[in-house]
């Protein structure tokens, strides 16, 4: 049987960027799913009383779930900006190349800023409320 000719495979392709932020799109509401049992979990806990809360609390303050709210913050920066993109994408607005090319900058760009304003509020500014 003669070999029949393989598909060529993405390392073939120049960078595609609409390709690579719609892929970091899809992974960034993935990574926002699997945070939701932590919610899920203090939601309940708050439901429960005080002693239940009491118990949520300290084991959502382990350094552990630290890391976890900081990559629950960037996904959730970075779907919200790109939420925003398709939604002007859906108006027809923004999809000739170089504009679709600048538009991924600004995601990129606006999604770290509003990740370290979040970022500061929550764990430095918010911090010292409490």
């Not at 892929?23 to 960034?28: G, P, S, T």
């Not at 945070?35 to 959502?60: D, K």
Request: charged share 10%; hydrophobic share 55%.
């Amino acid at each position: 049987m003669p070999q029949r000719p393989l598909s060529p495979h993405l390392s073939v392709y120049k960078f595609k960027y609409t390709l690579a932020t719609s892929i970091l799109n899809r992974a960034a509401g993935l990574v926002l799913s699997l945070g939701l049992p932590a919610l899920v979990y203090w939601l309940m806990a708050v439901a429960s009383g005080t002693s239940a809360y009491t118990r949520a609390s300290a084991l959502l303050s382990l350094g552990v779930f630290k890391l976890l709210y900081l990559g629950q913050l960037a996904a959730f920066c970075y779907h919200l900006v790109a939420g925003v993109r398709h939604l002007i994408w859906d108006t027809g607005r923004g999809l000739e190349r170089a504009q679709a090319q600048r538009s991924a900058w600004v995601v990129a760009g606006v999604s770290i800023v509003l990740m370290v304003l979040l970022g500061y509020w929550a764990f430095l500014a918010g911090a010292r409320l409490s």
